[in-house]
């Protein structure tokens, strides 16, 4: 351990506020672990040793798109290329349907630019999942699709969130904010909304009542001031609105992509980059490790890393597969129960603002010997720092 | 419930379990290190046990009252030898019980102030063993029978006593705490009582089923041994204890007596300290660690052993090639996928001609060796193998990693064969090292449950220790998480550990968890990455005289391989060729020891290639 580390291990003890120097030694101190465990001690000191799941199930209704991202294997430009794919309303509503036996509590929709769709499909897509299951969460779009649609159809950001909120849409999911740092930004993703109105359409959500969470793209050609740059912009919006509800850091996957022939970001790069997400961002109740894009071994391990939470049960995950990820494209309720356990923590399933459906006991293996506590009874109990 | 007892078959011991109540116990007698097994595989609840294999365990109590241990000469644990001491260069070591084999090490170097060379031999060939410049430890009756044969005889617990002034303890009646009640120890003090009553009679039958004079044996039962075990002779079971935590040879242990007042219980970080200083550590600290700390305490701890036993900032790999002889194999072990049984349509047998073009490659991609392994194969005789690794040498100068102790001793059986002799001719031909693959777990209940058919863990062992003897050196492995508890893991590395004391012939360990295969009829248990990474930081912990630890990023994945480099490897395993890749392997090769060397240095090491013996192949990079 070094001695600027040192000085950061005093500041977290003291609870305070981390500086952008602060950011940059944690991620060049070379002692992986002494950053890894203080970041662990600030995770249980807000959460104890609950880790947080849900029953989700994510939908990409379509994957042409107006962008050009170079980090990006999903998106096809145009509607009629190869491959270029546009579901109809019914068949998403029917992934849904025929999944209601053991349905999801939220459905996460991440699309394409698509510049050829009404903007009533968007409208009719909630409502439409609202009549199948009227207490479904509908989290979907990410800011640049709200950015798109206010400039595609000719509406302000609130005038859009208004009236997707009126048609069901309850939160935003946080894609999209790849590196706010223009000197990445424009070169990676330099047609879509910018790092101000990506977080103009958060401000705005917040003001109308939603709880939102926001990503970090790491891991291709930012630097690590890049990435605490990052971080700052989101913990100065929070500092306004309080209004994020997990930070998830993606890390970027290279096959297929404009940006191929880098290297993927290795396990110790994704555990320290949620090591100090956690560090820094002190206003920000929920760190997610995301299982999708750091395969559920890392994701595990990541729990004791700073991240509380590792998502849901996907289902059907598109985005990250067709960039060459190895992790399965869902995972069992129950293969998640049992990863959480196995990292020594307590799964407390979660619905999208974490209110609590149920928690399980503590003790691990096996299975069968663990009972199930059901706390619908405890719904309001918001798990903030 | 009956009890289970278990006691050491010497007549020393008779005295006490000769009169034991058998409708309250059930008995069995063993060898001493067989006894130590059952009660540290749970497979008796009270045992008379050596003293060292207790400390080793960490997790019983001793009953208070009788024990097997002498105050001055013993007669029965003696250093034979035609020459003074001075001049004495190996000694043999009786493997049958490890106390003795402790003292004698402790009693020879405080006596020279230096260490010989031990060699583990069993007793009858330690014996023989007996030479210029060569002594041997005998122990129990064979001693007693052997005592005049020799010109100089030292007695160990003579020796003992003149040094320390204490009773010596060989052996003590120990269970697990809890298990035994007032009135089993009861039961179990009467009948020492009445068994002493008995030595001239114990002695008489035991001198007429060996057709030797009663007056010696009734003489070294009534004077030699003693058999109380109160304060003095527990100081004096401390003071070994304290003695032999001191020069590493066993953990550092406090003599807990059942039913006593509570003792202290050493906090966690005073262990963990421990084990980063290199200390030893029991059964019972390895399940404390396994219970108590937390991932960062276990990763903390071993990425600073790690540090200590090689400073330098360096992760090593190999290149090299698994080859799979044969899939044919009569043990049908529940956990693999892989074998198929004699006479079988996808059975198959590599011929020279598949197995060129395979070791060129490795060859061309300037691999070093080969790991070469195949099941257990009725129809391949000796004369194939050694004819099979003299052409591999001849034609390709690859290293051979080659036959599991499992291989090795269908061999020795099916050729009627000494497993000795049967490594000195594949050693003649081109062996260099035993892969440790076939360990599993090295609790025989674990063993009989997953792979009956395989060896017990003596013969793993047994090979091993034959192998690290004949020069060869081997890696050693661990699979957990089949039927196996935490407990039996920790015995698994304590038996690795034991063994490595005795030869120093394991370059490295390797664990990872049971990987669950279509067609293997065996349900996972724990799992986990959380859990690999514990398992492997909880070895590198106990595994103090074992020079490496490697990654298992073959079973674990190249990313969880990564984060184990902070968790106690200094390894990253081996570059191994895809068998099913077509395209060149040059290519193949190149990409994949890069990206294992990119791994290695953004994980902030620096990489280098290695030989089966650890050494580097060039600097650094």
Redesign the interface.
């Known amino acids: 351990m070094t001695t600027s580390l040192g000085k950061i291990v005093d500041k977290v003890s003291a609870g305070e506020r981390l500086s952008f120097d602060d950011g940059i030694t944690l991620f060049l101190e070379?002692d992986?672990?002494a950053v890894?465990?203080l970041a662990?001690e600030v995770c249980e000191h807000k959460h104890g040793d609950r880790v947080y799941f849900n029953r989700n199930m994510r939908i990409e209704l379509t994957n042409v798109c107006v962008a050009s991202c170079l980090f990006c294997s999903f998106a096809k430009l145009e509607a009629h290329a190869p491959g270029a794919h546009t579901m109809s309303l019914e068949e998403a509503w029917h992934e849904l349907e025929t999944r209601m036996d053991d349905p999801p509590s939220e459905i996460h929709i991440v699309n394409g630019l698509h510049p050829g769709l009404p903007f009533s499909y968007y409208e009719e897509l909630l409502s439409g999942f609202k009549r199948i299951k009227p207490d479904i969460v509908m989290k979907c779009f990410t800011a640049v699709e709200i950015h798109f649609f206010a400039e595609h159809y000719r509406l302000s950001h609130e005038e859009v969130l208004l009236r997707l909120q009126k048609a069901g849409l309850d939160s935003l999911p946080g894609g999209g904010a790849e590196i706010f740092h223009p000197e990445v930004r424009t070169r990676i993703s330099h047609d879509k909304a910018t790092a101000d109105q990506y977080l103009e359409v958060h401000r705005t959500a917040h003001r109308l009542g939603m709880r939102t969470n926001t990503t970090m793209l790491y891991g291709h050609i930012e630097t690590f001031s890049h990435r605490v740059d990052h971080m700052l912009r989101v913990r100065a919006l929070q500092d306004e609105t309080n209004g994020f509800q997990a930070f998830i850091p993606l890390a970027f996957h290279p096959d297929g992509n404009g940006m191929k022939n880098l290297?993927a970001p290795?396990?110790?790069?994704?555990?320290r980059t949620l090591a100090v997400s956690r560090l820094m961002l002190d206003n920000v109740p929920h760190i997610k490790a995301y299982w999708v894009s750091?395969?559920p071994?890392?994701a595990?391990?990541g729990?004791?890393f700073g991240a509380n939470d590792i998502d849901g049960t996907i289902v059907h995950e598109t985005i990250y597969h067709a960039a060459g990820s190895s992790s399965p494209q869902g995972l069992r309720y129950e293969e998640l129960v049992?990863?959480i356990r196995?990292?020594?923590r307590v799964p407390v399933e979660r619905d999208t603002h974490y209110n609590v459906v149920r928690e399980w006991m503590p003790s691990?293996?096996p299975e069968a010997a663990c009972k199930v506590r059901d706390r619908n009874a405890d719904r309001h109990l918001r798990v903030l720092s | 419930m009956m009890l289970r007892v278990a006691a050491v078959k010497y007549l020393n011991a008779r005295p006490l379990y000769e009169t034991l109540d058998r409708e309250a116990f059930s008995l069995e007698l063993a060898l001493p290190g067989e006894v130590a097994r059952r009660l540290a595989e749970d497979e008796c609840d009270v045992a008379l046990i050596p003293v060292a294999a207790a400390a080793s365990l960490g997790d019983v109590v001793f009953l208070e009252g009788c024990a097997i241990g002498a105050s001055g000469a013993v007669g029965s644990v003696l250093i034979v030898a035609n020459e003074p001491l001075e001049t004495v260069r190996e000694i043999a070591l009786d493997l049958s019980s490890r106390t003795s084999a402790v003292l004698a090490r402790l009693v020879v170097s405080h006596r020279l102030g230096r260490q010989p060379k031990w060699v583990g031999l069993p007793a009858s060939e330690a014996i023989d063993f007996v030479g210029e410049g060569r002594a041997a430890l005998i122990i129990g009756d064979p001693a007693l029978v052997a005592r005049d044969k020799y010109s100089h005889v030292i007695d160990l617990a003579a020796a003992w006593t003149e040094w320390t002034g204490l009773p010596f303890v060989f052996a003590a009646w120990a269970a697990r705490d809890g298990v035994v009640d007032e009135r089993a120890h009861e039961l179990i003090a009467r009948a020492a009582n009445e068994g002493l009553e008995r030595r001239s009679s114990i002695a008489e039958a035991w001198a007429a089923e060996h057709g030797l004079p009663v007056a010696p044996y009734a003489a070294y039962l009534r004077e030699n041994v003693r058999y109380a075990f109160g304060p003095r002779e527990q100081q004096g079971l401390q003071r070994f204890f304290d003695e032999a935590s001191q020069a590493k040879l066993l953990p550092p242990t406090k003599v807990v007596i059942a039913g006593g007042k509570a003792t202290r219980i050493e906090p966690l970080d005073s262990i963990l300290a421990r084990a980063e200083q290199g200390g030893r550590l029991s059964v019972g600290d390895g399940l404390r660690l396994f219970r108590e700390a937390s991932?960062?305490d276990l990763?903390?701890a071993s990425?600073a052993v790690r540090r200590r036993k090689h400073p330098q900032p360096v992760v090593t790999y190999i290149v090299d090639r698994n080859v799979n002889y044969t899939n044919v194999c009569t043990t049908s072990c529940r956990f693999c996928a892989f074998y198929r049984p004699v006479g079988h349509a996808e059975g198959y047998v590599l011929t020279r001609d598949q197995l060129r073009p395979k070791l060129q490659e490795v060859v061309s991609a300037g691999g070093v060796q080969i790991l070469l392994q195949g099941g257990l194969n009725p129809d391949l005789r000796i004369g194939w193998y050694e004819d099979l690794f003299a052409w591999i040498k001849a034609e390709f100068g690859l290293g051979l990693h080659a036959l599991s102790p499992e291989e090795i001793l269908h061999i020795a059986k099916m050729e009627g064969l000494s497993v000795t002799d049967v490594l000195v001719r594949l050693q003649r031909a081109g062996l260099d090292s035993v892969p440790g693959g076939g360990a599993e777990i090295l609790v025989d209940r674990v063993r009989r449950k997953i792979a009956k058919a395989k060896c017990t863990s003596d013969e793993w062992l047994f090979v091993m220790r034959k192998a690290h003897q004949l020069g060869l050196r081997s890696s050693c492995t661990m699979m957990y998480g089949t039927v196996d508890s935490e407990r039996d893991r920790m015995l698994h590395l304590v038996k690795l550990r034991d063994l490595q004391d005795e030869t120093g012939g394991f370059t490295a360990f390797f664990c990872w968890d049971f990987q669950h295969e279509q067609g293997t009829t065996i349900e996972p248990?724990?799992?986990?990455?959380?859990?690999y990474?514990r398992q492997q930081a909880i070895a590198r912990l106990m595994l103090d005289n074992v020079d490496h630890v490697g990654a298992s990023w073959v079973t674990?994945?190249?990313?969880?391989g990564?984060?184990a480099l902070?968790f106690g490897a200094d390894d990253f395993g081996s570059v191994m060729f895809e068998e099913n890749v077509v395209s060149s392997a040059g290519t193949t090769f190149r990409m994949d020891a890069r990206a294992m060397e990119?791994?290695i240095h953004?994980?902030?090491f620096r990489a280098v290639r290695r030989n089966v013996r650890y050494e580097w192949l060039g600097e650094p990079s």
Not at chain 1, 266 to 271: F, G, H, R, S
Not at chain 2, 556 to 560: R, S
């Open positions: 070379p992986l672990l890894g465990s662990n290297p290795t396990a110790v790069d994704d555990l750091m395969t071994k890392i595990q391990v729990l004791r049992r990863l196995e990292a020594g691990a293996m | 991932l960062f990763a903390l990425d248990g724990d799992g986990g990455t959380t859990l990474l674990q994945g190249p990313d969880v990564q984060v902070r990119e791994r953004r994980a902030g």
